[in-house]
C-alpha cells in the first residue's frame, strides 16, 4: 500500500509543480483533492476505514481522473 503523491508520479516536473501549486488557484484545487483522494484510498487500503469495493473503485477511479487532469495541465 504505496501512497501515490503527484510529486511521485510526476518527479520530472516537481519544480514546475511547486510554481503551479503557488501561483494557480485552480491547479492548487486540483492538486487538493487529488491529496485527499490518496489519502483516503490508503487510509481504506490500511484497513483505518472501512468501506465497500465499489466506494473504493470509485475512489481509485476518481483519483486517475485528477490525476489526468494535473498531468493535462503540466502539459
Known sequence: MEK???VHEFPEHQDK???LKINDVHFRKLFDAYHDVDHNIHSVESGATPTTD???NELRL???RLK???YA???
Open 4 to 6: 501515490h503523491s503527484i
Open 17 to 19: 509543480i511547486h510554481e
Open 54 to 56: 465499489e466506494h473504493l
Open 62 to 64: 476518481e483519483r486517475v
Open 68 to 70: 489526468d487532469s494535473i
Open 73 to 75: 495541465y503540466l502539459k
